[in-house]
């Protein structure tokens, strides 16, 4: 889609200067993925790269570079065209200082100044804001959360993570963190979350916990066709595994799952009963099972949350997928240009 959008665009003539661009950066454990996107969040083309995260920041950032050149490159513009850059990243943002305090997913990040590097590298404004409220926004602006007010978007993956709409705008708090739903304490006595406290959302229904209870209970003896999935390969088995063997009606697996989900809706009925919000969006690896996932956690919500926020709020799936971090990120830029916030 993105290469038809660039062909439409170099041969037709638009007017780069007219139109609204931002480049957008989403930077994961993994991946790199980078975009041009047009007002109001159409990507025109994209470039994606591996993280290759264990090589530092200096590399992590060398990559981000490459990328944002290539992206343009690609999209026939130059970096003068754009309104600014935005960068979403998985962890604790200091939004306002365009610092990356810590990040989960990136070993040794500690207080990076990454908007300072990436701003004096391109000369052009640039904006740095958690990933999951990158993914609020667009959910919030083009995907399944279009019409709403008020909207919590979930992230469930290897980690969660969160954003939060409010009166029709991103609340990201006093600094920029606001929204770590994964990190809500569900069971003060459950498993040790990697943030250090014990019974965390995250720890008890993400894809990492969901893959940690299988191998778990099947070392304890019990039987399941994951081993088969895996050629017995325990260090194989992963959420998708599990959501694989509960899709054709594995007990254990099926059972795993809906432990996570009735924890997901734990952390959902929370969420209920503090925001009342119209919809929760449910975005990340996790919620490719669909149903599997949502049914039980709504079930929970129905039967925990108070009865009317409980009976207002839909439970949704995302539809922006992948590009939604991108794409929110770009739609950050447009705003904080829009109410003359710009970085330079």
């Known amino acids: 889609i993105g290469e038809i959008y660039t062909k439409i665009l170099?041969?037709?003539?638009?007017?780069?200067?007219?139109?609204?661009?931002?480049?957008?950066?989403?930077?994961?454990?993994?991946?790199?993925?980078?975009?041009?996107?047009?007002?109001?969040g159409h990507v025109l083309c994209e470039k994606l790269s591996p993280t290759m995260a264990d090589g530092g920041v200096e590399a992590v950032v060398d990559?981000?570079?490459?990328?944002?050149?290539?992206?343009?490159?690609?999209?026939?513009?130059?970096?003068?065209?754009?309104?600014?850059?935005?960068?979403?990243?998985?962890?604790?943002?200091?939004?306002?200082?365009?610092?990356?305090?810590?990040?989960?997913?990136?070993?040794?990040?500690?207080?990076v100044p990454?908007?300072?590097?990436?701003?004096?590298?391109?000369?052009?404004?640039?904006?740095?804001?958690?990933?999951?409220?990158?993914?609020?926004?667009?959910?919030?602006?083009?995907?399944?959360?279009?019409?709403?007010?008020?909207?919590?978007?979930?992230?469930?993956?290897t980690g969660i993570g969160g954003g939060i709409v409010i009166d029709g705008e991103l609340y990201i708090g006093t600094d920029g963190c606001a929204g770590e739903i994964g990190h809500m304490v569900i069971d003060s006595h459950g498993p040790r979350c990697n943030c250090g406290n014990d019974g965390c959302l995250e720890a008890l229904a993400s894809g990492t916990a969901v893959a940690r209870e299988a191998v778990r209970r099947l070392k304890r003896g019990e039987q399941s066709q994951l081993l088969e999935l895996v050629e017995g390969k325990l260090e194989d088995i992963d959420a998708r595994v599990v959501g694989i063997a509960a899709s054709v009606g594995d007990s254990l697996a099926l059972d795993i799952i809906t432990r996570g989900s009735r924890y997901l809706g734990l952390g959902m009925v929370n969420l209920v009963n503090i925001f009342n919000p119209e919809r929760i969006v449910v975005g990340g690896g996790l919620s490719h099972m669909g149903e599997m996932l949502l049914g039980p956690a709504r079930q929970v919500v129905r039967e925990k949350a108070f009865k009317l926020p409980a009976q207002s709020v839909s439970i949704v799936t995302s539809e922006l997928g992948d590009e939604a971090g991108v794409i929110g990120a770009a739609m950050f830029v447009f705003q904080a240009c829009d109410k003359g916030f710009p970085y330079s």
């Not at 003539?13 to 996107?37: F, M």
């Not at 590298?121 to 667009?138: C, E, G, P, Q």
């Open 63 to 111: 990559r981000m570079v490459t990328l944002v050149s290539d992206t343009l490159d690609e999209g026939g513009v130059d970096i003068s065209h754009v309104e600014g850059m935005g960068i979403a990243v998985a962890g604790a943002i200091d939004t306002n200082a365009g610092i990356v305090t810590a990040s989960p997913n990136l070993p040794n990040w500690r207080d």
């Open 10 to 40: 170099r041969e037709s003539n638009v007017s780069r200067d007219k139109e609204r661009l931002a480049l957008s950066l989403d930077v994961g454990g993994t991946k790199i993925l980078a975009a041009l996107v047009s007002h109001p």
């Open 114 to 157: 990454l908007v300072n590097i990436l701003a004096d590298r391109f000369k052009t404004a640039v904006y740095v804001v958690n990933d999951a409220s990158a993914a609020a926004l667009a959910e919030h602006l083009r995907g399944a959360g279009r019409g709403t007010s008020n909207m919590v978007y979930l992230t469930v993956s």
